[in-house]
């Protein structure tokens, strides 16, 4: 399953840096600069979109890769809300919604508001 999620870093890397995540295992990434908020020096960022079993695995390689540099530290990590890896059928029509009751196959129930038989 695909995850994505970015890595903030502390300073801007080299090509060499670049290369050497790349080496490290650090795969379906891109880079670009931010500014630091406090005094708008410029750092790196690594968007990070890759497959992996599940995210907290998919993170620590993301992690280890950039450890594997030298004095190159994440200082942030951004995670959105990622996909639930549930079937696209599955969703709202599935779940019931609160006083709603599924009739038997003879068609005994009821619906929203009216009361039970």
Known sequence: MGYQ???KL????TDEEFAALGEAG???FT???YSLPLDDSVAMQID?????ANLAEAIQAGLDAVNAVPDLRV???DVPPQ?????????LREAESPGETRGSAEG????PGEPKR
């Open 10 to 13: 502390n300073r801007v890397i």
């Open 26 to 28: 650090c795969t379906g």
């Open 48 to 52: 990070v979109d890759t497959e992996a």
């Open 83 to 91: 996909p639930s890896g549930l079937p696209a059928s599955r969703g």
């Open 75 to 77: 200082s942030t990590l």
């Open 108 to 111: 005994e129930g009821s619906s």
């Open 5 to 7: 999620f970015t890595l």
């Open 31 to 33: 880079m670009t600069t």
